[in-house]
């Protein structure tokens, strides 16, 4: 029962204006243990908060939470670039957690999108499963031996590549991203991702260098890297090339681009951030031992926010059909049954041959997972084991999913 000598808080929630971003930001740097921006950074900073895309909670004119979501697109099985709500920041003031404020915010972002597709990067991975999102993309992180790194006889011989700072091709590289990006899973990048990129890689008093592969028909891939001296308690100061963003459309353009970097000079490792956990780069090299994976993470969390323009954006491959079963909570209208082939996709009133909530089908959605490795866990039910088989089929695709961007 209430106090009813305490007068309740009133809530609202709605979105901010220019004018009250910077205090948004500064909500979300202090929840993630951030000092406040500096005048000096927030020049680059106020970028990244474009208008109409950031909410905020208020209690009695507090704030004391803040939501982003940016558009975008993202290239789904088949190649198609369909629209996405990108969630970008997501905070809660410290000592306000656990009250409900985060939850009112992704869902009034989840009712307000208009994209079938919504992502986030989590920071922490118990939270959004919650909201009907589930891994739609992993990572891994890999370390190189460099001076014990020796290419296969066979990989090709291309020296096509010139080395130069980031920030005089900062022209180059949007443009080429957007040529090459053609994996399921890749996000198109905001006009202020370089200025990001550059002012993270400036503060961390590193430079930045970039690799530029040219192929028959011109630039075709490109390999952005720093050099850093580490001092580990194990071992003595060892310089570590560190390459946090690659990305080329061939074969060529990506062995061009391995050679170029064990080529750079002075270098003890190389360390390669948020690789595709099926590039094959241990194949490279005459001892696969050289190449060890450090860590393998989750990328990009995705969600069905409207499945039917999800699914028919997608491509399906194999013969049959089936009908699968969507469960949502927080977008009702999702709810019930799709019958989903190759030919086509549409609701129908027939039972589901396998059914589960809209995170598990979010899970299956770019191919990160099969269905029948979701039935096996309890997270998909099904009512016919062929059905199950056509699923895993359909849901199939070539390479496995990867975003390779930080948003």
């Known amino acids: 029962m209430s106090d009813p000598g305490v007068t309740p808080a009133r809530t609202t929630t709605r979105v901010l204006g220019p004018h009250e971003h910077r205090a948004a930001l500064n909500l979300f740097r202090d929840s993630h243990h951030q000092p406040p921006v500096t005048d000096t950074d927030w020049l680059v900073l106020r970028k990244t908060l474009e208008p109409g895309t950031v909410r905020g909670e208020f209690s009695d004119g507090r704030l004391l939470g803040m939501q982003q979501t940016m558009s975008g697109d993202l290239i789904v099985p088949g190649g198609a670039r369909v629209p996405s709500a990108m969630c970008a920041r997501l905070a809660v003031r410290t000592g306000h957690t656990r009250r409900g404020v985060g939850t009112r915010l992704m869902k009034a972002a989840l009712r307000a999108a208009q994209a079938p597709l919504m992502t986030v990067r989590a920071s922490e991975g118990g939270i959004y499963g919650r909201f009907g999102f589930a891994v739609g993309t992993r990572a891994r992180d ?15 011989d291309c020296r096509h590549a010139y080395v130069s700072r980031s920030e005089d091709r900062a022209d180059l590289i949007p443009l080429l991203y957007e040529e090459v990006r053609g994996r399921a899973g890749a996000v198109d990048r905001p006009d202020w991702y370089e200025s990001l990129y550059s002012h993270d890689t400036a503060a961390s008093g590193l430079s930045s260098k970039v690799i530029v592969h040219q192929g028959p028909g011109g630039e075709d891939g490109f390999a952005r890297y720093t050099v850093d001296r580490v001092v580990a308690r194990d071992a003595g100061a060892r310089l570590v090339l560190q390459v946090d963003d690659m990305h080329y459309s061939s074969p060529e353009a990506w062995t061009g681009l391995w050679r170029a970097l064990l080529n750079v000079e002075l270098v003890d490792e190389i360390h390669v951030l948020m690789r595709p956990p099926d590039e094959p780069v241990e194949w490279l090299f005459t001892d696969p031992r050289v190449c060890r994976t450090r860590a393998v993470h989750d990328e990009t969390w995705l969600r069905l926010t409207d499945v039917e323009a999800a699914l028919r954006a997608r491509r399906f491959e194999g013969d049959g059909s089936v009908v699968i079963g969507v469960e949502d909570a927080l977008l009702p209208a999702n709810s019930g049954c799709y019958r989903v ?38 997270a998909l039910r099904v009512g016919d084991t062929r059905a199950l088989r056509t699923a895993d089929r359909l849901f199939s695709v070539r390479s496995e999913p990867w975003s390779g961007s930080f948003l």
């Open 142 to 156: 890999l370390v190189i031996d460099r001076h014990r790194a020796r290419l296969e006889s066979h990989v090709p």
């Open 341 to 378: 082939s190759g030919d086509g996709v549409g609701r129908t009133g027939a039972a589901a041959h396998v059914s589960g909530s809209v995170a598990a089908w979010s899970a299956a959605y770019l191919g990160t997972v099969r269905p029948s490795a979701l039935a096996a866990t309890g």
